[in-house]
Nanobody, 119 residues
Framework: QVQLVESGGGLVQAGGSLRLSCAAS????????MGWFRQTPGKERERVAS????????YYADSVKGRFTISRDNAKNTVYLQMNSLAPEDTAVYYC????????????WGQGTQVTVSS
């Protein structure tokens, strides 16, 4: 069982930056791939970025490539999402997730954190 707690969401102007953090419980953090997903009302949850357990492999949605960076610190049981050049269409609830599949690590989910980008 993995418990995930996100932080770092908030309100930012277009062009600005935010850094999301996700702290995970458990002693096997490095054995899980981690991911960030986002969802807006009426839309399906979208995978934004994911990272393998070692951190050596990352995947990004086309919509965020070059702007967002996922990273992890296995010593701190924490995964991060650095978001730069934010745009209003990035507004969503962002969820941290963990799982065995580095392409779609969706076995365990956090409660979500709201990110709002104003124009």
């Amino acid at each position: 069982q993995v418990q995930l707690v996100e932080s770092g969401g908030g309100l930012v102007q277009a062009g600005g930056s935010l850094r999301l953090s996700c702290a995970a419980s458990g002693r096997t953090f490095s054995s899980y791939a981690m991911g960030w997903f986002r969802q807006t009302p009426g839309k399906e949850r979208e995978r934004v970025a994911s990272i393998s357990g070692s951190g050596g492999t990352t995947y990004y949605a086309d919509s965020v490539k070059g702007r967002f960076t996922i990273s992890r610190d296995n010593a701190k049981n924490t995964v991060y999402l650095q978001m730069n050049s934010l745009a209003p269409e990035d507004t969503a609830v962002y969820y941290c997730a963990a799982g065995k599949d580095p392409w779609y690590p969706g076995d365990y989910w956090g409660q979500g954190t709201q990110v709002t980008v104003s124009s």
